[in-house]
């Protein structure tokens, strides 16, 4: 929270502050044209110790320059802009999936921001999805000031909206050219319609990661509907996450989109009862080493044979999501041989006391969950998996974790007297109530 109200300092005073510490080196109007990277190093110290930056102290140890720290602070987190007001929350920041975001309520806090620091912002999401409460002149103002202007440096490209993508990006073209993004390699767009004639290479030369998410809180549609013609010059993607109803698209499109990007490494797909979709995965994407599945156990599993197994064998990691609670998932994930990391984020339970039964893994990551089970059954349940050497779980509040690491400590001192490898526990806390527990099993 310390870069939160750092930021909000940082704001207030800026102009004031800067135009007396810059006024000395003899510019008058440093509060109305300021450019950062000409500011002296003392007053980016004076900003990162004032308005207490959560980097200070470790910028500090590793001897970095100041100008460097706020750079690096400001490079590692996504800039979310919701662009409507709440009385008591106008800013604040949290992690979320190995990201840190800092949220930004109100178009007058964001436009501050980056008139001040957006030079050196290269990721942001612009949230548009309670599309009612945000008036023209507000979307304007984010759509010219922010997204149109820093184009050209962003790296990272976030956007929830109401309306269809080729509506936005039409808003920002307002009429003339189409805008590019040449730098963008990761987009991620929230909506209900992706896609039409228009061509995304040339929007996004160099994008090597999509993805495409439907929240049916914020649309009426049942699915996105996705025209995927736009994607037929795409062909840089290492990473494709559809997290839509396979029904918005058909398979001869996928399969197109495979065909021109054989490099790709990660997937996401929803599957449901879509068999073929992992069919043509399997005969037409040779590089995939990560795939994030949600799956229905009683419709998906039923096409599942033990005879017609799947051969991946550069799948590494295998993520899943939805119902797992069937004995059937055990074989399913038995089928990819050279499996390194399982992650679970439902139905934690079933699959660990399935446990000794999955082939050797290296990594096990149990997300969304409560706290599970006995602790000595769940060790001795780990302990017989000689391959298994890291365990992650969250969420994991302070105090369970506690509970945990005491009797960890009994269950070491009798791993140590039957010579059997013992667990090293550490508690990650990222700035939230809750965190996760990693574990290390020593050699």
């Known amino acids: 929270m310390k870069f939160l109200y750092g930021l909000a300092l940082a704001l207030i005073f800026f102009e004031g502050f800067i135009s007396q510490c810059v006024g000395a080196g003899g510019s008058e109007d440093a509060s109305t044209s300021l450019n950062l990277r000409n500011l002296p190093s003392n007053v980016y110290e004076e900003i990162l110790f004032r308005t207490g930056f959560s980097a200070t102290e470790d910028a500090a140890k590793d001897r970095q320059r100041s100008s460097a720290a706020v750079k690096k602070i400001l490079e590692d987190r996504i800039i979310q802009i ?149 994607m037929e010059n795409v062909t840089k993607l290492k990473e494709l996450k559809l997290e839509i109803n396979p029904d918005s698209y058909q398979l001869h499109e996928l399969e197109k989109v495979f065909s021109k990007n054989k490099q790709l490494s990660t997937l996401g797909l929803v599957l449901t009862n879509k068999i073929d979709i992992l069919r043509s995965v399997e005969i037409h994407v040779k590089t995939v080493q990560t795939l994030d599945i949600q799956v229905d156990s009683t419709e998906f599993l039923n096409h599942v044979s033990e005879k017609h197994s799947f051969n991946m064998p550069t799948l590494k990691k295998l993520h899943l999501s939805k119902s797992c609670r069937d004995c059937r998932i055990i074989n399913f994930i038995n089928c990819f041989k050279k499996l390194k990391t399982l992650e679970v984020w439902t139905h934690v339970d079933f699959i660990v006391s399935n446990f000794e039964k999955l082939i050797e893994i290296n990594e096990f990551i149990m ?77």
């Open 82 to 230: 919701v662009p409507i007001n709440f009385d008591n929350e106008k800013m604040h920041e949290f992690d979320l999936g190995g990201y840190i975001y800092l949220n930004i309520y109100g178009v007058n806090k964001a436009l501050s921001l980056f008139k001040n620091f957006g030079n050196l912002i290269k990721k942001i999401k612009v949230d548009y999805k309670f599309i009612d409460q945000v008036d023209d002149n507000i979307r304007h103002q984010i759509n010219e000031n922010i997204i149109t202007k820093y184009a050209k440096q962003f790296t990272e490209f976030h956007i929830v909206a109401s309306n269809a993508f080729l509506t936005f990006l039409d808003e920002l073209s307002n009429g003339g050219e189409r805008i590019r993004f040449p730098n963008v390699k990761k987009l991620v767009y929230h909506g209900p319609d992706f896609g039409n004639s228009y061509d995304l290479n040339s929007i996004f030369p160099n994008l090597e990661s999509l993805t495409l998410h439907y929240n049916y809180m914020y649309v009426s549609n049942s699915f996105m509907q996705i025209n995927m013609t736009c």
């Open 367 to 443: 997300n969304n969950i409560p706290f599970i089970m006995n602790t000595k059954k769940i060790l001795q349940i780990f302990g017989r998996k000689k391959k298994l050497n890291m365990v992650k779980w969250e969420p994991v509040a302070k105090d369970e974790y506690n509970t945990f690491k005491f009797e960890l400590s009994d269950i070491n001192k009798e791993l140590k007297q039957s010579h059997e490898p013992t667990w090293k526990i550490n508690y990650i806390n990222p700035k939230t109530s809750y965190g996760y527990i990693l574990m290390m099993r020593s050699k």
